[in-house]
């Protein structure tokens, strides 16, 4: 300090009549002062950097970080987290549904999740490429993710939006989800979200990507109910693919060569050799071959009798092969046979295929031997029907008999009554309206609205294609009275003992419709038209992974 500084400043002090003890005190309070104002901005910065450490534990910023990008649109970890987890949880609780049967849903290079392996997603899937679990889940996720998006995006612009039924389903799924999490023992649905899909997904992203998931498949399926063909279109379909509108009726059996499972002196499983794989797949021929020897010895009116006769021999008594109702199969759609990869589809199909006809084909280590006795072109007649199903109230299940559950058990009287009452009202409702408004359309809004029929109450309560016998028996007999007519209404029951639901439809003839084998052909072309159109969708939508979703999000 300068002099004069100095001088000034003890002017300044004797002005104010400080002496120099009391200018000491004050130094000191300043200083005091001082030191207590750096504890208290020590203290502010230690709790922010431990709220901050919580908030960064809980995943609060995470799960908003960018983890991929889809058509130029950011979706968090926690949205990608929701995909990865349910593509994966999807595919192996397939794989380990599939494996208690003895059958393996991945083949060579791919490899089965094994869930007790310490790698986890880490293990290979794929043994080409050294592919990961890990990658294919996130390589799966992502097209879910696109899908999902451009759908949703797609519905938005034709103005379609998610439909009361859509939000109403959506809420009672996630109260269910509530209360089985409750009955659980889980202490919060954001405990087992946190368990069942990562970290990261807590029920604010849960519900918008199940939200958004809803509105896409909705659109879809709006989207495909639109589609409508003309006769020409379904004769021109049926006569370039006629294979798979034939209904196709055989009896056939699976013989396997695979060897019998053995052990060792402590349990374990012993892999059989070379030799022994061959030596039971030979057996597997010879067996084959002696059935279609024998039945091809029989006329060819009495080989179906013959083949239920052998088989025995070929199977083993106890196989369900052996049983003449399990080893016929009726009315089996070329179309599904086809869909299915059913290896003896193509000689089933072939056109010069006659009854009688036998023989074995190769499949696995085994061997399938089918008989074929006629195929035809389905040409039953159909109708189209509206209707709005109210259910009546299920009994409450006690919790105290374990080994019954009440709820499927017949309603009450009062409970019949109540869904009777409701659904008159309906028709009632529906009769009221002047001629000109009383249209199928208008009924359709009602059963939107109204029924709990979840396989119809998205469009309009609409079956096409109804064939005689596909309805409950009340169902069936009023749609196929013979008085009929289009524009008809009624109140229909289903009240009988042991039926799987109980209630009341209220009925609108449409009409009649086309041949059975229509329907075929109409959904197949819809599945042609639809596989493009989502196709042309998806195509100006490019995804993508960033390498913080990519560090972020696993299983």
Same mark, same amino acid.
């Given at each position: 300090?300068?002099?004069?500084?100095?001088?000034?400043?003890?002017?300044?002090?004797?002005?104010?009549?400080?002496?120099?003890?009391?200018?000491?005190?004050?130094?000191?309070?300043?200083?005091?002062?001082?030191?207590?104002?750096?504890?208290?901005?020590?203290?502010?910065?230690?709790?922010?950097?431990?709220?901050?450490?919580?908030?960064?534990?809980?995943?609060?910023?995470?799960?908003?970080?960018?983890?991929?990008?889809?058509?130029?649109?950011?979706?968090?970890?926690?949205?990608?987290?929701?995909?990865?987890?349910?593509?994966?949880?999807?595919?192996?609780?397939?794989?380990?549904?599939?494996?208690?049967?003895?059958?393996?849903?991945?083949?060579?290079?791919?490899?089965?999740?094994?869930?007790?392996?310490?790698?986890?997603?880490?293990?290979?899937?794929?043994?080409?490429?050294?592919?990961?679990?890990?990658?294919?889940?996130?390589?799966?996720?992502?097209?879910?993710?696109?899908?999902?998006?451009?759908?949703?995006?797609?519905?938005?612009?034709?103005?379609?939006?998610?439909?009361?039924?859509?939000?109403?389903?959506?809420?009672?799924?996630?109260?269910?989800?509530?209360?089985?999490?409750?009955?659980?023992?889980?202490?919060?649905?954001?405990?087992?979200?946190?368990?069942?899909?990562?970290?990261?997904?807590?029920?604010?992203?849960?519900?918008?990507?199940?939200?958004?998931?809803?509105?896409?498949?909705?659109?879809?399926?709006?989207?495909?109910?639109?589609?409508?063909?003309?006769?020409?279109?379904?004769?021109?379909?049926?006569?370039?693919?006629?294979?798979?509108?034939?209904?196709?009726?055989?009896?056939?059996?699976?013989?396997?060569?695979?060897?019998?499972?053995?052990?060792?002196?402590?349990?374990?499983?012993?892999?059989?050799?070379?030799?022994?794989?061959?030596? =039971?797949?030979?057996? !597997? &021929? @010879? $067996? +084959?071959? %002696? #059935?279609?020897?024998?039945?091809? /010895?029989?006329?060819?009116? *009495?080989?179906?009798?013959?083949?239920?006769?052998?088989?025995?021999?070929?199977?083993?008594?106890?196989?369900?092969?052996?049983?003449?109702?399990?080893?016929?199969?009726?009315?089996?759609?070329?179309?599904?046979?086809?869909?299915?990869?059913?290896?003896?589809?193509?000689?089933?199909?072939?056109?010069?295929?006659?009854?009688?006809?036998?023989?074995?084909?190769?499949?696995?280590?085994?061997?399938?031997?089918?008989?074929?006795?006629?195929?035809?072109?389905?040409?039953?007649?159909?109708?189209?029907?509206?209707?709005?199903?109210?259910?009546?109230?299920?009994?409450?299940?006690?919790?105290?008999?374990?080994?019954?559950?009440?709820?499927?058990?017949?309603?009450?009287?009062? =409970?019949?009554?109540? !869904? &009777? @009452? $409701? +659904?008159? %009202? #309906?028709?009632?409702?529906?009769? /009221?309206?002047?001629?000109? *408004?009383?249209?199928?359309?208008?009924?359709?809004?009602?059963?939107?609205?109204?029924?709990?029929?979840?396989?119809?109450?998205?469009?309009?309560?609409?079956?096409?294609?109804?064939?005689?016998?596909?309805?409950?028996?009340?169902?069936?007999?009023?749609?196929?009275?013979?008085?009929?007519?289009?524009?008809?209404?009624?109140?229909?029951?289903?009240?009988?003992?042991?039926?799987?639901?109980?209630?009341?439809?209220?009925?609108?003839?449409?009409?009649?419709?086309?041949?059975?084998?229509?329907?075929?052909?109409?959904?197949?072309?819809?599945?042609?038209?639809?596989?493009?159109?989502?196709?042309?969708?998806?195509?100006?939508?490019?995804?993508?992974?960033?390498?913080?979703?990519?560090?972020?999000?696993?299983?």
């Amino acid at each position: 300090m300068s002099a004069s500084r100095e001088k000034k400043d003890r002017q300044g002090v004797a002005s104010q009549g400080l002496t120099q003890k009391q200018l000491k005190e004050a130094k000191e309070a300043q200083a005091a002062k001082r030191k207590t104002i750096a504890y208290w901005i020590g203290g502010i910065v230690i709790l922010v950097l431990v709220a901050a450490l919580l908030i960064w534990s809980s995943g609060f910023f995470q799960r908003r970080i960018t983890a991929a990008t889809v058509g130029g649109e950011n979706l968090s970890v926690g949205e990608m987290q929701y995909y990865y987890s349910s593509v994966r949880n999807n595919e192996l609780y397939y794989q380990q549904l599939y494996s208690q049967y003895g059958i393996t849903v991945v083949s060579d290079p791919y490899v089965v999740y094994d869930s007790s392996s310490e790698e986890g997603d880490s293990q290979i899937y794929n043994t080409e490429t050294n592919q990961t679990y890990a990658e294919h889940f996130r390589e799966s996720a992502l097209d879910s993710a696109k899908q999902d998006i451009a759908l949703a995006n797609a519905a938005k612009e034709a103005g379609y939006s998610l439909s009361s039924n859509g939000k109403s389903d959506m809420q009672d799924s996630l109260k269910e989800l509530k209360s089985q999490i409750k009955t659980n023992g889980w202490s919060s649905l954001s405990a087992y979200l946190k368990r069942a899909y990562g970290k990261y997904v807590n029920e604010s992203v849960y519900t918008a990507c199940v939200e958004r998931n809803t509105l896409a498949s909705e659109y879809k399926t709006h989207k495909q109910d639109s589609l409508t063909y003309t006769t020409s279109q379904l004769e021109d379909y049926e006569k370039e693919n006629p294979a798979l509108l034939q209904s196709y009726d055989y009896r056939y059996a699976y013989i396997s060569g695979t060897p019998e499972t053995k052990t060792d002196e402590n349990g374990n499983t012993v892999d059989a050799t070379d030799e022994e794989k061959a030596a =039971a797949t030979g057996l !597997a &021929k @010879t $067996k +084959a071959d %002696a #059935l279609v020897k024998g039945v091809e /010895a029989a006329e060819v009116s *009495k080989r179906s009798d013959t083949f239920n006769s052998l088989v025995v021999d070929a199977v083993g008594e106890t196989s369900s092969y052996a049983d003449p109702d399990n080893n016929l199969q009726s009315g089996i759609l070329g179309n599904t046979l086809s869909q299915n990869g059913t290896p003896y589809f193509d000689w089933l199909s072939a056109a010069e295929r006659k009854e009688g006809d036998i023989t074995s084909i190769t499949s696995g280590s085994g061997y399938y031997v089918v008989l074929f006795l006629k195929s035809e072109l389905n040409d039953t007649a159909t109708v189209d029907v509206r209707h709005i199903l109210i259910k009546a109230e299920a009994p409450v299940d006690d919790e105290a008999t374990a080994d019954v559950d009440e709820s499927k058990g017949t309603p009450t009287q009062e =409970a019949l009554d109540a !869904a &009777k @009452t $409701k +659904a008159q %009202a #309906l028709l009632d409702e529906f009769n /009221a309206l002047p001629d000109d *408004k009383r249209t199928a359309e208008a009924f359709g809004k009602l059963a939107n609205e109204n029924s709990e029929d979840t396989g119809s109450n998205t469009t309009g309560g609409l079956y096409r294609y109804v064939g005689e016998g596909e309805m409950v028996p009340e169902f069936d007999a009023w749609i196929f009275d013979s008085a009929r007519k289009s524009g008809d209404t009624g109140l229909v029951s289903n009240v009988a003992e042991g039926s799987s639901y109980y209630g009341y439809h209220v009925m609108y003839f449409v009409g009649q419709d086309g041949p059975k084998w229509h329907e075929v052909a109409e959904d197949a072309l819809k599945d042609k038209d639809m596989t493009a159109w989502t196709d042309s969708t998806l195509e100006p939508y490019t995804a993508a992974w960033t390498d913080a979703g990519t560090s972020n999000v696993n299983g």
